[in-house]
């Protein structure tokens, strides 16, 4: 069935080290994914997408990597600050027209 | 520009009711997806509206439904309330249905 999930419910990294967020997708025919930042109370914010003919994309401190090979997603954020902690979710896109979310990693940022 | 406005914000109903969400998407903003996010079952695809059109629809039962506007707006609604239908309903405006997603900050539902 379709599926897109995440391998760590939770990730706690302290302040100024890196972030790696990972996801794995089912689909081979996955074509565009997208990583969303949900804080509390608000809607998903866009962080950064990546298109299936790309193995890396790079944006402000955050870089999306794509491994086809073994369907999965992972995302990069550099020197983790408090105000990046959130839940962290990737959502695929096959030409149709839903997003087909992962089930989110909670990132913890401490001091 | 303004973003994806979404009303209310909260709302507490009782089971057996019925309630309408609405959303407004961004201005040029053509497509308005919904969806609905719960701790168990995280975000799930409800249905897509395009040009006063349903282009898809996800896989949930028939009292949830929704129409589009002239104007682009949206509006969900859900019939028959169940405890189950708490939740966080999101919606999401993008001029293309493939890029450019932008989220509103959600209906908190809660049915008692």
């Known amino acids: 069935g379709e599926s897109v999930g995440l391998h760590l419910p939770t990730l706690s990294v302290q302040e100024g080290d890196n972030s790696i967020i990972n996801c794995a997708y089912s689909?081979?025919?996955?074509?565009?994914f997208i990583w969303y930042k949900q804080e509390s109370g608000k809607g998903p914010q866009f962080i950064i997408d990546?298109?299936?003919?790309?193995d890396k994309r790079q944006g402000q401190r955050v870089t999306v990597l794509l491994n086809k090979t073994v369907k999965h997603l992972s995302l990069q954020i550099a020197a983790t600050q408090p105000g990046d902690s959130a839940v962290y979710f990737c959502a695929e896109n096959r030409n149709t027209d839903k997003l087909i979310f992962g089930t989110g990693t909670r990132l913890q940022v401490f001091p | 520009k303004a973003g994806v406005t979404q009303t209310p914000r909260y709302l507490i109903k009782t089971r057996g009711q019925q309630v309408t969400l609405s959303c407004s998407p961004i201005?040029?903003?053509?497509?308005v997806s919904w969806y609905q996010q719960t701790p168990g079952q995280g975000l799930q695809f409800l249905f897509e509206?395009?040009?006063?059109?349903?282009?898809n629809k996800g896989n949930f039962p028939g009292r949830f439904s929704g129409r589009q506007f002239s104007n682009s707006r949206s509006e969900m609604n859900v019939s028959t309330l169940e405890l189950g239908d708490s939740a966080l309903y999101l919606c999401a405006s993008t001029v293309d249905n493939r890029y450019g997603y932008t989220f509103g900050s959600g209906t908190r539902l809660t049915v008692v």
């Open positions: 990546i298109r299936s003919n790309m």
């Open positions: 201005s040029g903003h053509r497509s």
């Open positions: 689909n081979s025919a996955s074509d565009y």
């Open positions: 509206y395009f040009s006063e059109t349903q282009r």
